[in-house]
Nanobody, 123 residues
Framework: QVQLVESGGGLLQAGRSLTLSCAVA????????MGWFRQAPGTEREFVAS????????YYADSVKGRFTISRDNAKHTVILLMNSLKPEDTAVYYC????????????????WGQGTQVTVSS
């Protein structure tokens, strides 16, 4: 079993930056690719970013490419999502997830999920 706990969400103005963290416990962290998804009200959960088990490879949704950066610390069992130049359309609940492959962009291919953290960006 893997437990994931997100933190760092909040309310902020467009153009600002925010860092989300995901603490992982319960299994061998380095065995899992890690990812972030988000879900706005009335929409499906969508892929944001992912990182390979070693941290050497990353993958981003087009909507966040160049603005968001995902990283991981295998010694500390944490995943970070640095979000720059935030836009109102980035408003959503952000979920941390663990799975077998960082190239998977659909929720069913990810095995474990956190409870989510709310990010609200005002214009």
């Amino acid at each position: 079993q893997v437990q994931l706990v997100e933190s760092g969400g909040g309310l902020l103005q467009a153009g600002r930056s925010l860092t989300l963290s995901c603490a992982v416990a319960g299994s061998t962290f380095s065995n899992y690719a890690m990812g972030w998804f988000r879900q706005a009200p009335g929409t499906e959960r969508e892929f944001v970013a992912s990182i390979s088990q070693s941290g050497s490879r990353t993958y981003y949704a087009d909507s966040v490419k160049g603005r968001f950066t995902i990283s991981r610390d295998n010694a500390k069992h944490t995943v970070i999502l640095l979000m720059n130049s935030l836009k109102p359309e980035d408003t959503a609940v952000y979920y941390c997830t663990a799975g077998p492959s960082y190239v998977s962009t659909t929720p069913p291919r990810w095995n474990y999920w956190g409870q989510g953290t709310q990010v609200t960006v005002s214009s």
